[in-house]
């Protein structure tokens, strides 16, 4: 849905112009899709162009406004904007005192959308000088990047939409997560209680996933609903503290997770990490299992050097990994992002890829995009021999993973394991 602005100041002639060219500016920037205007709450320049200082100090910043007219607020303002915002509070209490019953609009002062300024008033610069119109252009453009980004948070897409109409709230009480960057996680907030929701073809089978975990004892969101391309979840309250305390607690929680063993490597069905589609066909055989099903699928559709170094690799795995290491059930894609911590604790794993393989996969991957300190590792336990040589091995299908999903970001990441990988082969 789209969302709809309209900024007040007293004559519509000086600020709210300039409110609404930097918002519009500031849209454009983001790609941020908003209907947007302005009012005064006084009468004195109605049908006028803005002041020619406001036109001035926004043309130097490449707004045009000329083309603006002073106009009155009106009570339909109330029903035809979601926001409206004053540009100080002798504008917002007069904007209250003239809202309607029930009106939809929300009202506030521009300047509480800007980090650290709550309750300011952008002053007015009628009465100053030139320098004046310079410091309100400051002014309002830090409240609407700041009002951009909520906006830009809260704009539905049809699956937010979907959202709304399922859970019951209304679409403002829906939002974009940070942290979605290969899928919508939104959060929704119901009279019950924030809770998240995922889309995507793969909701089900994420569903057994996190079952499963919570069978082993682990941590995880509950879920409240399962729908057809729709997960609702728990919303996990977490401070992201990764003290030592915590990573003693995540690394004692992992041992215990990996000491449930499935009855072969892989897992019933299939599964993707965003557009990375994972073969979890069970077998008996880990090096085939490692080398076929993760590194071979995930390079196959990348560059022909690099490519052909995985297939080289792995047609040596037999001689470079355990024949059958006990098929634990791992996470599978395991970093400190999917781990949710508060006060010292482990308060659930998230965002899991469940499959029966080596421990030592999911340590591998940790160890790879988070370097645990010695409490983890004290908590976690010793390791099998060899595993230093066997590291990049595992390291390499969550890199090529990441290049597969981000770019030429990783490219220096999967040159780097793979030479390790080779030399460890050698």
């Known amino acids: 849905m789209r969302p709809s602005v309209l900024f007040v100041c ?15 500016a500031e849209a454009e920037r983001i790609g941020l899709d908003v209907e947007i205007d302005s009012a005064g709450t006084g009468d004195w320049h109605l049908g006028h162009a803005p002041d020619p200082r406001a036109i001035a100090v926004a043309g130097r910043a490449g707004a045009l406004i000329d ?46 959308h800007a980090e650290g300024r709550k309750g300011e008033a952008v002053a007015d610069p009628y009465y100053g000088e030139a320098c004046d ?10 409240g609407t990047a700041g009002l951009a980004a909520r906006l830009a948070a809260r704009t539905l897409s049809p ?42 073809q793969g909701v089900a089978t994420e569903a057994a996933m996190l079952r499963t975990l919570a069978e082993a004892s682990m941590p995880t969101p509950a879920i409240t ?12 309250p977490n401070d992201g503290a990764f003290s030592p305390a915590a ?30 589609a994972l073969d979890n066909r ?29 297939e080289n690799l792995a047609a040596r795995l037999s001689g470079l990994l355990p024949p059958r290491p006990a098929p634990a059930l791992l996470h599978g894609d395991l970093w400190s992002g999917n781990i949710l911590v508060r006060e010292g604790k482990l308060a659930a794993l998230i965002d899991p890829a469940c499959y029966g393989g080596d421990a030592e996969v999911d340590l591998a991957m ?25 590291r990049p091995l595992y390291q390499l299908f969550p890199a090529l993973v990441h290049l597969r999903l981000f770019g030429a970001t990783y490219a220096g990441m999967v040159e780097r394991l793979l030479s390790d990988a080779e030399d460890k082969a050698r």
């Not at 007293?10 to 519009?24: D, F, H, M, T, V």
């Not at 209304?170 to 809770?195: C, F």
């Not at 609903?225 to 728990?234: I, N, P, T, V």
């Not at 995540?250 to 990490?273: C, F, M, Q």
């Open 10 to 24: 007293l004559g519509n002639i000086c600020r709210s112009p300039l409110a609404e060219a930097a918002l519009r």
């Open 366 to 390: 940790l160890d790879l995009f988070d370097s645990p300190p010695t409490a983890f590792w004290d908590a976690y336990g010793p390791l099998e021999p060899g595993w230093e040589a066997r």
């Open 159 to 200: 699956f937010g939409a979907r959202v709304a109409q399922v859970t019951g709230v209304d679409e403002d009480q829906v939002e974009r997560l940070t942290g979605g960057e290969i899928s919508e996680i939104m959060l929704v907030r119901t009279a019950e209680g924030p809770l998240v929701a995922k889309g995507g």
């Open 225 to 236: 609903a399962e729908l057809e391309q729709l997960l609702l979840l728990e919303h996990v």
């Open 247 to 276: 990573w003693t607690d995540v690394g004692a929680a992992l041992k215990r997770l990996h000491a449930n063993e499935r009855s072969s490597y892989g897992w019933p069905a299939d599964h993707a990490i965003g557009t990375v």
């Open 67 to 112: 083309h603006l007219r002073a106009r009155l607020v009106t009570a339909e303002d109330f029903e035809r904007f979601d926001h409206i915002v004053a540009l100080d509070a002798a504008n917002l209490r007069d904007l209250n005192a003239m809202r309607p019953p029930h009106a939809r609009a929300r009202l506030s002062l521009l300047l509480d």
């Open 133 to 142: 119109f310079d410091t309100a252009w400051a002014d309002v453009a830090a």
């Open 282 to 310: 069970e077998t008996d055989d880990w090096p085939s299992f490692w080398g076929g099903q993760r590194l071979l699928a995930t390079a196959v559709i990348l560059d022909r050097p690099v490519r052909e170094r995985v």
